[in-house]
């Protein structure tokens, strides 16, 4: 059975830092894309980041693009999304998801992890 469990999320102050981490299990990890995607009270799960299989292509919305950095370590099962400069609208339940490679649906999420930025 896969699993993804994240972890680091919590309480932290405008224009500080935060590092989510997500880990899996139950599949080799190394061959699977991952993202991390994010959902605010009263709106819809919206795209953060994704990073294929090799560590390569980083992809980023918008909105965190050269705040947010998505990385991984295959040795560790483990992708990372680093949070600099985090703003209010960052406040949120983040979950990382999985896909295999050449598939374009994200298809097994961890349970989500909540961040919270007071101004």
């Known amino acids: 059975q896969v699993q993804l469990v994240e972890s680091g999320g919590g309480l932290v102050q405008a224009g500080g830092s935060l590092r989510l981490s997500c880990t899996a299990s139950g599949r080799t990890f190394s061959s699977y ?25 980083p992809s980023y919305a918008g909105s ?31 979950y990382c998801a999985s896909r295999p490679r050449n598939v374009p649906r994200f298809d097994v999420w961890g349970q989500g992890t909540q961040v919270t930025v007071s101004s």
């Open 64 to 94: 965190v693009k050269g705040r947010f950095t998505i990385s991984r370590d295959n040795a560790k099962n483990t992708v990372y999304l680093q949070m600099n400069s985090v703003k209010p609208e960052d406040t949120a339940v983040y």
């Open 33 to 57: 894309d991952m993202a991390w995607f994010r959902q605010a009270p009263g709106k819809e799960r919206e795209f953060v980041a994704s990073i294929f299989w090799s560590g390569g292509n």
